[in-house]
């Protein structure tokens, strides 16, 4: 059974990156059709997804966080990363890292906080 696990700061300062990674266990983010992507949920809204990266490397970002966002992977240690860059308070979220075939992490509280 595929098992993803997030992790990476719970507190990141205004201006700063946030940088989480997901481990993933029980397969591996190469299979062929598996889709790894970064979606988070502020306070009090609903789900966002954020990105997204394939089996074969390439990746699509929403439009509203193109421009401060990057996903990125290490095939070697079978892990897919997020970076999210000038972060404000309204970035404050948990994140979660979830695959197309419904396979989520728990979910890492951050916080955007000086």
């Known amino acids: 059974q595929v098992q993803l696990q997030e992790s990476g700061p719970g507190l990141v300062k205004p201006s700063q990156t946030l940088s989480l990674t997901c481990i993933v266990s029980?397969?591996?983010?190469?299979?062929?059709?598996?889709?790894w992507s970064w979606i988070r949920q502020p306070p009090g809204k609903g789900l966002e997804w954020m990105g997204v990266?394939?089996?074969?490397?390439?990746?699509a970002y929403s439009p509203s966080l193109k421009s401060r966002t990057s996903i990125s992977r290490d095939t070697s240690k079978n892990q897919f990363s997020l970076q999210l860059s000038s972060v404000t308070p309204e970035d404050t979220a948990v994140y979660y890292c979830?695959?197309?075939?419904?396979?989520w992490g728990q979910g890492i509280q951050v916080t955007v906080s000086s």
């Open positions: 979830n695959s197309n075939y419904n396979y």
């Open positions: 029980g397969g591996s983010i190469t299979t062929s059709y598996y889709h």
């Open positions: 990266i394939a089996y074969d490397g390439s990746t």
